[in-house]
């Protein structure tokens, strides 16, 4: 089945407005928040993706949204742009901030609010190597593809949930950054709800 259109910019920013957002209480857990980077692409959107040192104390290795942990007193969007700046050099004032999105949680310990904003383009942006070994992009449209998502089922605490795994460009994009973009997609009907608490 062919996924939906690729919604125009308003028709995001108009769902992420209307939908309450789930929020996720964890003991223990540390709050965390990723910028989702849409980048306008003829009829699709990019979304800019990195791959994270193999040296990291978390997630290393991984294809991850830029993010990290949020610090006292920030909203969500607030660590996003700020993390974006520290990871891949992208100054706040170029982010049109769309809204926030369904928090997850991870098997390490994280809940992680997603924050959707657009992006001109990739041009002046600089990884910082101390955390982000490569930066690409994949259209939003692949991920709507289900032809091209693997599932495998995981349990954890005793709960067994399905967690999704996609190949682009040589990459492996799985766990919660898959969770992440698969929960955005069915909020624009371009997929039926993925909602699931373990990435």
């Known amino acids: 089945m062919p996924a939906a259109p690729v919604p125009p910019v308003e028709i995001i920013r108009t769902r992420l407005a209307s939908v309450e957002r789930k929020h996720q209480q964890r003991e223990g857990y540390r709050r965390a928040a990723v910028l989702l980077p849409l ?17 990291l104390p978390h997630h290393r290795g991984q294809i ?38 369904d928090d ?21 942006l600089k990884p910082n190597p101390a955390e982000v070994a490569r930066m690409f992009t994949a259209p939003l449209s692949f991920f709507a593809d289900e032809t091209a998502v693997q599932r495998q089922s995981l349990t954890h605490e005793g709960i067994e949930r399905e967690v999704y795994f996609y190949q682009y460009d040589g990459e492996t994009i799985w766990g919660a950054t898959a969770l992440m973009i698969r929960n955005f997609l069915a909020l624009l009907g371009m997929i039926e709800d993925a909602s699931a608490p373990l990435a």
């Open 104 to 124: 997850i949680w991870t098997p390490s310990g994280f809940i992680i609010s997603p924050v959707v904003g657009v992006i001109k383009g990739t041009e002046g």
């Open 39 to 55: 980048i306008p692409a003829a009829g699709d959107w990019q979304i800019l993706l990195t791959r994270r040192n193999s040296d």
């Open 64 to 101: 991850a949204l830029p993010g990290g942990s949020v610090e006292d007193g920030e909203t969500c969007a607030q660590t996003a742009l700020r993390e974006a700046q520290e990871e891949i050099g992208l100054p706040p004032v170029e982010v049109e901030v769309l809204g926030c999105h």
